[in-house]
């Protein structure tokens, strides 16, 4: 069965520079939801979309944007990059609220 | 606003014994979700298993099952016959039933299968 799929799954950056992580969701899944989750610390909502619509948004700061594209896939845009934005990043996608299923992860390292 | 409280940072158990992990949550919502994830070393992030809160039976899958108590707000997962394949962190986590479905985590229990 197809899975979420995320890419890459390392990133290493500097600092203040720009992070692009890519999301393409089960085929036929309506929402996308992305989460942040720093060392030993349980997973944080970000933002989620809807029918390419952005539907929440969480503790997302104003250095990171998203957005859903016709082809259903999500991209998360990261600038200014700050040491503690190392992290581990998923998204997930989901039918309405069946299948919540989740990518394997991009592990985004700031240097 | 939903909660979600896992009062055991760390438990361990041993091969082939039954563990139970615990969790409570709160709510406002009369329809919502509640899921136990398991995140092994290598972080991926694993359903374990899902009880929709409508439902008064409690959900099992093989092993796991939970004992979902709605009135006390708590949701603890019982693993049977442990296998070491369990060690990993298991997250208890909730959403609201209706359009918003991002999930609350709690802290994370990590579990040890001791051989």
């Known amino acids: 069965a197809a899975g979420v799929i995320q890419s890459p799954r390392h990133l290493i950056k500097e600092k203040r520079e720009t992070a692009t992580l890519k999301c393409y969701p089960i085929?036929?899944?309506?929402?996308v939801y992305w989460y942040q989750q720093g060392p030993g610390q349980d997973p944080q909502f970000l933002i989620s979309?809807?029918?390419?619509?952005?539907?929440d948004k969480g503790s997302i700061p104003d250095r990171f944007s998203a957005q859903q594209f016709s082809d259903y896939h999500s991209e998360l845009n990261m600038s200014s990059l700050e040491l503690g934005d190392s992290a581990l990043y998923f998204c997930?996608?989901?039918?309405?609220?069946?299948?919540?299923?989740f990518g394997s992860g991009t592990r985004l390292t700031v240097v | 606003a939903q909660t979600v409280t896992q009062s055991q940072p760390e438990m361990s158990v041993q091969e082939a014994e039954t563990v139970t992990l615990s969790c409570t949550y709160d709510?406002?919502?009369?329809?919502?979700?509640l899921f136990w994830y398991k995140q092994p070393p290598s972080r991926q992030m694993i359903l374990v298993i899902r009880?929709?809160?409508?439902?008064?039976q409690n959900a099992t899958e093989n092993r796991f099952s939970v004992n979902f108590q709605k009135a006390a707000k708590s949701f603890s997962l019982k693993i049977s016959d442990s296998q070491l394949g369990d060690t990993a962190m298991y997250f208890c986590?909730?959403?609201?039933?209706?359009?918003?479905?991002?999930?609350?985590f709690g802290k994370g229990t990590l579990l040890t299968v001791n051989p």
């Open positions: 986590a909730s959403h609201s039933g209706g359009s918003n479905y991002k999930l609350t």
């Open positions: 009880q929709e809160a409508y439902k008064q």
């Open positions: 997930a996608s989901s039918l309405l609220v069946n299948g919540y299923t």
């Open positions: 979309f809807y029918e390419k619509m952005q539907s």
């Open positions: 085929p036929r899944h309506d929402t």
């Open positions: 709510t406002s919502e009369s329809n919502y979700y």
